[in-house]
């Protein structure tokens, strides 16, 4: 079908998105809206001593000003969201800062004002006394003995020390393995920087959830229901006394997800003012408050055979947690990465083990792979290390390593099964896609003027994401569709491919299909978007939901052409039930138009991952006179099983792996190491890579259908960010490495300046 399922279809949402005529939260202007802005904290840790609101509470145009001392009891205290075992320290904070204040941007006062002007005037004018205490913005040092401590509920700032794997067994095998290779890994913070900023409008009804009163809040996020339930715990209310819409959505990755305190302080005031409430950070405070990615540091070591195969693995790092609990950020190097050491290789035995510190930076949390590029970057850089050790090419050593089809299904150490996969295949397109063996003639040909370097990795992801997931479909009179998925699109095309999953099913015009926009009250649940989950789950309930309309329909058509149901078939390219064997037929779009509309509804509730898997091949060169570093190719195969738009596919690939490069290149989240100070507090500081630096990427697929779901999808949101990272460390490395520097010794990001003196001292 030529919009079906396998079709590289151009996106629909795109022409509406580019002319400008999107529909984004700050484009909603609710009747008698009132804006707010926040006064935050300009110092990284301190005792609040005072903050002096009247004169603010006095200005011309302002309604309200919130302090701690006005929201205390009104409003759940933030902390940790994810269940982990040992749980974590007990460390929440306020929505407004109370005794302390710990990382610069910390909200201290909320002001509501009749325009923006207004209320960021009051903002300023309020005046705050800091007590100032010493900081610590390292995660290895915020742990050392004697650093400024944060919360006496986390003494020595440690928020966990998790274990996973038997010590003693791996430490054993270590003892009698042939090599033992280990690797330093750096993956430094940087900021999510999604194009729309943080946005929520809201309205409170007294009259509204019988009587006891019910918020309505445009929010962009990444799920409806995932927001009206955090939004709910923060206000202590049943959730069904919450309705969130979800417009278009300008970037999340991960982190409009989460909990953020702006979200219930528009609430409350909503509620107290008696009139709707809006806030749209800007960019500057994005920087400072928004949940930021990565942060970890620590080493991996492996034991190997003569051969070069895999006996063990173990990690121990240390993590950044920033100045108090994400909503699920504990769980991003622990339960979400670490026990998928060792990646898409047979690893027999794992052990990891990882601390979380708190420091007085912004909060950390999931962000585009949530761990998995973390520690696949671990695994691989190990991967590079032992091929050095053992003097094996790089390529070589993964294919020792990685498992075969004919080893499936696979359970690895960390408890996932591996279900279907081709790596071998995978990684040989990789190479000759690649010109691997050509390699050394282009960096013999540049020596002169150029340290040239190729990297490779074979990566993994883990995806799926929370069980639950409901649709419901609506064919309608005109002959046209509607959809509404718990899903959420931020940028990811979800309006093109569920059109598309819809026209095979039921052949409907994929032109008159629309996804309709997220909203808490449309359905009973949805998982949001996240994990890399929505292909896996959306097209399962949107598959239950078109089967029910067709069953729906085919009692319709019996009755219409006056045949038993058993007699009607559907035919899915014309859209029409016909009578077995005969040619009166008629269309499901008629039928639609007979009985008013015809609906079907899906639900899921399930926990199977899928496991996409690919090789990168990144190759750079670094200009010895500047330092400056320039990806000369970028090479992908990717197993991301059954694909439904390819074109879709291969613009998420392209964006992970610009996000790699960046982290890799460029970007870096800093802080004055003695006051806190920020030191990346927007793009004038904080580099972000640009068409200019990259290449054209030379993607491919090889379609391994999963086991676990119907379509045989396997997630790709994340992926390129998961192999990117890596791939480009790698080629780093390896350039470094072959002009007779130390790359063990050079941390992330790789700039121009920490090149070039990488390059001059070299022995």
């Not at 590079?384 to 004919?406: S, W």
Request: net charge negative; charged share 20%.
């Amino acid at each position: 079908m030529k919009f079906g399922i396998g079709q590289p279809v151009r996106r629909a949402e795109d022409d509406r998105l580019v002319r400008g005529r999107g529909r984004y939260v700050s484009d909603i202007v609710l009747p008698g809206q009132a804006v707010a802005a926040l006064r935050r904290s300009d110092v990284a840790h301190g005792r609040l001593r005072a903050v002096a609101a009247d004169a603010a509470r006095a200005m011309p145009g302002v309604l309200a000003v919130y302090t701690h001392a006005d929201i205390a009891g009104r409003l759940v205290p933030l902390g940790n969201e994810f269940p982990m075992d040992p749980p974590p320290a007990p460390v929440t904070v306020p929505h407004l800062a109370d005794t302390h204040v710990r990382f610069v941007g910390q909200p201290i006062a909320f002001v509501v004002a009749e325009t923006r002007e207004a209320a960021e005037a009051a903002a300023e004018a309020i005046e705050v006394e800091i007590e100032e205490l010493p900081a610590v913005v390292d995660p290895l040092a915020a742990l050392a003995p004697g650093a400024p401590e944060l919360h006496p509920e986390a003494p020595g700032n440690l928020a966990y020390d998790w274990h996973h794997g038997d010590a003693a067994e791996v430490a054993a095998i270590f003892a009698g393995a042939a090599h033992v290779v280990q690797a330093g890994v750096t993956n430094q913070r940087v900021a999510v920087a999604p194009m729309e900023p943080r946005a929520i409008a809201v309205a409170y009804d007294p009259a509204g959830a019988e009587g006891q009163g019910r918020w309505e809040a445009w929010v962009g996020c990444q799920g409806a229901h995932g927001m009206r339930g955090r939004m709910a715990v923060s206000l202590g209310v049943a959730p069904e006394r919450i309705r969130v819409r979800v417009p278009d959505v300008g970037g999340g990755f991960g982190m409009k997800l989460m909990t953020h305190p702006e979200y219930a302080l528009a609430a409350l005031a909503a509620k107290d003012l008696g009139r709707p409430v809006a806030w749209v950070a800007d960019r500057s405070e994005s920087f400072l408050s928004d949940a930021q990615g990565r942060d970890m540091r620590g080493r991996v070591e492996g034991a190997f055979d003569a051969a070069g195969r895999i006996l063990a693995l173990r990690m121990d790092t240390v993590s950044g947690l920033g100045a108090q609990y994400s909503s699920v950020g504990v769980a991003v190097h622990t339960v979400f990465s670490a026990v998928l050491l060792g990646g898409m290789y047979r690893v027999p035995r794992i052990h990891a083990r990882v601390r979380g510190a708190f420091l007085n930076t912004t909060p950390t949390d999931a962000y585009r792979g949530a761990g998995r590029p973390e520690t696949i970057h671990a695994t691989e850089r190990l991967m590079d290390a032992a091929a050095r050790a053992l003097g094996l090419d790089r390529a070589e050593i993964r294919r020792r390593n990685l498992v075969t089809p004919a080893m499936l299904p696979h359970t690895t150490d960390g408890g996932f099964t591996f279900d279907s996969l081709d790596t071998h295949a995978v990684l040989d397109r990789a190479l000759a896609a690649a010109d691997w063996a050509g390699f050394e003639a282009r960096r013999a040909a540049e020596a002169e003027t150029h340290a040239l370097g190729i990297g490779i990795t074979y990566y993994m992801e883990r995806t799926g994401g929370g069980p639950v997931e409901t649709a419901r479909v609506e064919v309608t009179p005109e002959g046209g569709a509607r959809i509404w998925v718990g899903t959420q699109s931020n940028g990811q095309g979800h309006a093109t491919a569920w059109a598309q999953i819809l026209h095979e099913e039921t052949g409907l015009p994929f032109e008159r299909i629309a996804l309709m926009e997220g909203d808490s009250d449309a359905l009973p649940a949805g998982g949001g978007t996240g994990g890399s989950r929505s292909a896996k789950m959306a097209s399962r309930v949107i598959l239950l939901a078109a089967g029910e309309i067709r069953e729906k329909g085919r009692a319709l058509a019996a009755e219409h052409l006056e045949a038993a149901p058993s007699d009607i078939e559907f035919d899915a390219a014309a859209s029409a039930f016909r009578i077995a064997g005969t040619d009166r037929s008629v269309s499901l779009a008629a039928l639609a138009a007979e009985a008013g509309g015809i609906e079907g509804a899906g639900a899921v509730d399930g926990r199977a991952s899928t496991f996409p898997n690919g090789c990168h091949i990144a190759e750079i060169a670094i200009e010895r006179a500047t330092g400056r570093a320039a990806l000369r190719r970028y090479t992908v195969v990717d197993d991301f099983g059954r694909l439904i738009n390819p074109e879709i596919v291969a613009g998420q690939v392209h964006g992970g792996v610009v996000q790699g490069i960046g982290q890799v290149l460029m970007e870096a989240a800093r802080w004055d190491p003695e006051t806190g100070q920020p030191l990346t507090g927007s793009f004038m500081d904080y580099a972000m890579p640009r068409a200019a630096d990259l290449p054209r990427f030379a993607v491919e697929f090889l379609e391994v259908p999963a086991r676990t779901n119907p379509l045989g999808v396997k997630g790709c949101g994340e992926a390129g960010a998961v192999g990117g990272i890596s791939a480009t460390a790698s080629a780093v490395a390896d350039a470094l490495a072959a002009a007779g520097a130390a790359p063990e010794t050079v941390e992330p990001p790789y700039t121009a300046e920490t090149l070039w003196r990488a390059l001059n001292r070299r022995a």
